[in-house]
Structures are given as structure tokens and as C-alpha cells.
């Protein structure tokens, strides 16, 4: 079975800072995928960034990129220059690529103008 | 490309009555959909997978006579919750994967239900 932590429940930063969210995770299975959705006020779930387990290369997406460390199961997310509408639900999410997406509780970021 | 909508957005109806959301794929053909319930500030919780065809599969805990889900097309899952109760009030939110490939989810934009 997979697991997904993320230990923040909120977070805070302000306009134009940089912010990490923490996510880790625990899976038997050896091909694997890692996500980061955000979730604004409208609920609306859209993905910011995917990563495939074994690819060694951190994905990056514009501002944000991950921080992918297979041995330690840590997949964290850095958000660069935040802006408003960066202000969501982020949850980390898990899946071996045929079983459905495990999600973290999920972190609260708000940023400060 | 990879739209989906659900209908209604927002529902609300009286105790001891069902209610039907709908999930479609706009501009492709879903094989499996999944259903998910989330409560005021917390996660996403999987309810059932749903798969063209055949009966959907349940996710442990969750009454299937419950929550009777159908998928009838390519394009199309209901979500139908029967007898509803205030305690089924929740957001629910759907999404479907193009072919076979679950790493690549796309969500609904999620239905509001308040049950009086």
C-alpha cells in the first residue's frame, strides 16, 4: 500500500518569496509517479508538477520545481517568486501508474501580499 | 484538451431524497473515472472507481447501494446518492484518465451537496 505525509498543514509567505512544502511518502512498488495538485477556492484541482520515479532529474515547471530524493522518499515542492494567486490547497499525491492517486492531507499556503 | 465536467455544481435537496451527479469527458473517452469525497478542509477520499461496462469498484467503507455509480459510455459516470442524509453533505469531485494511463488524471470541477 502507498502512503503520502505532508506534515505542514499550513503555510505562509510573502509576495515574491520562496516556499517549501515538505511530502513524504512510502510505496512497495519499484515504477512509481509523484504529484503536486493545487486546489484554489474554486476547488478546481490542477496539477502543478508530475514527476517519474525513475527519472533522476528534478521536474521543474516555471516557478516551481521539486526536490525529488528517491532514497529518503521525500518529494518536496519549491514554489519561486509566490504570488497571490499561488494561495491554495496543495496536496502531494502517489500512484504506481495502475492504481488510483493516493493524496496527502494536504498543505494550506497563503501568500502574503 | 482533456476536459471534464460535472452537473450540477451545486445541489441541495431534502432529506430521504437521491440525487444524481453527472461526470463527462468533453473531449475524450474515459475508460475509468474515479469518484471522490472531500470534507470542508481535508483531503481527497476515493470512493469508487468506475469502469465502462462493468460495475464500479468501492473503495473499503463506502456503501455501494449507497452511493450507486454508473458508466454506461466512453464519456459518462453518475454518481447517484440515494436516500440522502445531512451526513452526505460534501463536495464530490470526479475525474477520468485518457486510455489506460492512470498518472495522468483529469478533474471535474467537483459538485457541492447539501442535504436539508
Known amino acids: 500500500a502507498q502512503t503520502v505525509t505532508q506534515s505542514q498543514p499550513e503555510m505562509s509567505v510573502q509576495e515574491a518569496e520562496t516556499v517549501t512544502l515538505s511530502c513524504t511518502y512510502d510505496t512497495s512498488e519499484s515504477n512509481y509517479y509523484l504529484f503536486w495538485y493545487k486546489q484554489p477556492p474554486s476547488r478546481q484541482m490542477i496539477l502543478v508538477i508530475r514527476q517519474e520515479a525513475y527519472k533522476q532529474q528534478n521536474a521543474t515547471e516555471n516557478r516551481f520545481s521539486v526536490n525529488f530524493q528517491k532514497a529518503a522518499k521525500s518529494f518536496s515542492l519549491k514554489i519561486s517568486d509566490s504570488q497571490l494567486g499561488d494561495t491554495a490547497m496543495y496536496f502531494c499525491a502517489s500512484d504506481s501508474g495502475n492504481t488510483p492517486l493516493v493524496f496527502g492531507k494536504g498543505t494550506r499556503l497563503s501568500v502574503i501580499a | 484538451g482533456a476536459v471534464v465536467s460535472q452537473h450540477p455544481s451545486r445541489v441541495i435537496c431534502k432529506s430521504g431524497t437521491s440525487v444524481k451527479i453527472e461526470c463527462r469527458s468533453l473531449?475524450?473517452?474515459?475508460?475509468?473515472m474515479f469518484w471522490y469525497r472531500q470534507f470542508p478542509k481535508k483531503s481527497l477520499m476515493l470512493m469508487a472507481t468506475?469502469?465502462?461496462?462493468?460495475?464500479?469498484?468501492?473503495e473499503q467503507g463506502v456503501e455501494k447501494d449507497k452511493f450507486l455509480i454508473n458508466h454506461a459510455s466512453l464519456t459518462l459516470s453518475t454518481l447517484t446518492v440515494t436516500s440522502a442524509h445531512p451526513e452526505d453533505s460534501s463536495f464530490y469531485i470526479c475525474?477520468?484518465?485518457?486510455?489506460?494511463?492512470?498518472?495522468?488524471?483529469?478533474f471535474g470541477p467537483g459538485t457541492r451537496l447539501t442535504v436539508l
Open positions: 475525474s477520468a484518465i485518457v486510455g489506460s494511463s492512470y498518472n495522468e488524471q483529469f
Open positions: 468506475s469502469n465502462e461496462g462493468s460495475k464500479a469498484t468501492y
Open positions: 473531449d475524450f473517452q474515459a475508460t475509468t
